[in-house]
Antibody, heavy 120, light 107 residues
């Protein structure tokens, strides 16, 4: 059974960089059938796609966040990571990692999510 | 960017009701649309992909239809477990967009 688990600090100071890692178990991140992505949800609000990455390293980012986002993959550790720079309170959200079918490009497996609060 | 507009934002219904949620895209997305169910404190769950294909394990009372710019999610007979928030999501391009959500409440 595929499992995804987010990890990283739950509190980040304004202007600093948010860093999260997603560890994939029960399947290979190097599968040619899937992309891997990050999605976030501010408290009480809707879902926002942040970006996606293929095992080869090809990335696709939300244009509204592109200048601040970097997603990378480490196939040796079966992990992919998110860095979001220059954070503000508006970046406070539950951050989910997910698997996306390469053809359908819709997340079909999700991590449980991790709350990241931006506050001094 | 492709914008996704869901309606209604909130829906009150009773067990056994037929429920329909609409999602409109700002430009044609062919059939590249998915629907998700989310319960409080949980990750979203994929229900429908490619506008009308039922994800494995999802009850058949859920169905999706539409193409181009207008799509619907229908729950044929609402069950107690179905009270949740539903989101549509387009994937016509590598830039994904979610709708604002529809909360299905108990009437």
């Amino acid at each position: 059974q595929l499992q995804l688990q987010e990890s990283g600090p739950g509190l980040v100071k304004p202007s600093e960089t948010l860093s999260l890692t997603c560890t994939v178990s029960g399947g290979s991140i190097s599968s040619s059938s899937y992309y891997w992505g990050w999605i976030r949800q501010p408290p009480g609000k809707g879902l926002e796609w942040i970006g996606s990455i293929y095992y080869s390293g090809s990335t696709y980012y939300n244009p509204s966040l592109k200048s601040r986002v970097t997603i990378s993959v480490d196939t040796s550790k079966n992990q992919f990571s998110l860095k979001l720079s220059s954070v503000t309170a508006a970046d406070t959200a539950v951050y989910y990692c997910a698997r996306l079918n390469r053809i359908q490009l819709c997340p079909d497996y999700w991590g449980q999510g991790t709350l990241v609060t931006v506050s001094s | 960017d492709i914008q996704m507009t869901q309606s209604p934002s909130t829906l009150s219904a009773s067990v056994g009701d037929r429920v329909t949620i609409t999602c409109r895209a700002s430009q044609s997305i062919s059939s590249w649309l998915a629907w998700y169910q989310q319960k409080p404190g949980k990750a979203p769950k994929l229900l429908i992909y490619k506008a009308s294909s039922l994800e494995s394990g999802v009850p058949s009372r859920f169905s999706g239809s539409g193409s181009g710019t207008e799509f619907t999610l229908t729950i044929s007979s609402l069950q107690p477990d179905d009270f949740a928030t539903y989101y549509c999501q387009q994937y016509n391009s590598y830039s994904l967009t979610f709708g604002g959500g529809t909360k299905v409440e108990i009437k």
